[in-house]
């Protein structure tokens, strides 16, 4: 079996699958196309009457939240959660502390 007959064979299985669903689809609602065609209206086969809401005003109040205090170098999120300045990157760099866990494939 090559590409192309695994490729027409999906494609059988999908339009039997769409045609089932959609022949199941007739079925169950009885729509039936009309002899001019279809007619673009939106029906619906539950049979609900209108109801009036009232809404009542009701005042919601959010919590505004304080912005937390940065680290004491007054630096980032980045810097705070942990990341290191690019200077001490390289500091880190020169004296070797950085370890490698493998290369890098590109």
């Not at 866990?101 to 590109?106: A, F, H, P, R």
Request: proline share 4%; with cysteine.
């Amino acid at each position: 079996m090559n590409w192309l007959h695994f490729f027409l064979w999906i494609a059988c299985i999908y339009a039997i699958y769409y045609l089932v669903i959609i022949f199941a689809d007739f079925l169950r609602t009885g729509n039936k196309p009309d002899a001019q065609g279809w007619v673009n209206e939106l029906t619906f086969s539950e049979i609900e009457s209108p109801q009036r809401i009232v809404m009542e005003e009701q005042s919601i109040s959010l919590p505004i939240a304080e912005p937390k205090a940065g680290n004491s170098q007054g630096g980032s999120a980045i810097i705070a959660s942990g990341g290191v300045l690019i200077r001490e990157l390289f500091s880190l760099a020169r004296k070797e502390s950085i370890v490698y866990t493998g290369q890098v494939s590109y």
